[in-house]
């Protein structure tokens, strides 16, 4: 005997395949995946993405070791750290004038 689908199966079936269609139209229309269909287009987003997060990534560094070196250069009883800290910072006074 065949096991054929009952016509309430095959209509609830045949909805899941519409709505399967609909959520794949949502998706294609998406702005990532638009994105990602065009060559050039993902090449140019993924270079403007790497330079913001070099970009990113330098000014947090700078900003981040000029905090630690001001605030290391704050502590004078350490006599080791304390002076260490005081000649880098005298030096970046130097270099900007």
Do not use: C, Y
Not at 13 to 22: F, N, P
Not at 67 to 92: C, D, K, N, R, Y
Request: hydrophobic content about 45%; glycine content about 6%.
């Amino acid at each position: 005997m065949k096991d054929d689908p009952t016509p309430e199966s095959r209509e609830d079936l045949t909805e899941e395949v519409r709505a399967l269609r609909a959520e794949l139209q949502t998706l294609n229309k998406h702005r990532f995946v638009r994105i990602h269909n065009n060559i050039p287009r993902l090449l140019a987003f993924n270079f403007a993405r790497g330079l913001a997060v070099g970009l990113g990534t330098v000014l947090g560094a700078t900003v981040l070791l000029s905090l630690i070196v001001w605030a290391l250069s704050q502590i004078e009883f350490l006599p080791i750290i304390g002076e260490w800290a005081s000649q880098i910072a005298e030096q970046m006074r130097s270099a900007q004038e």
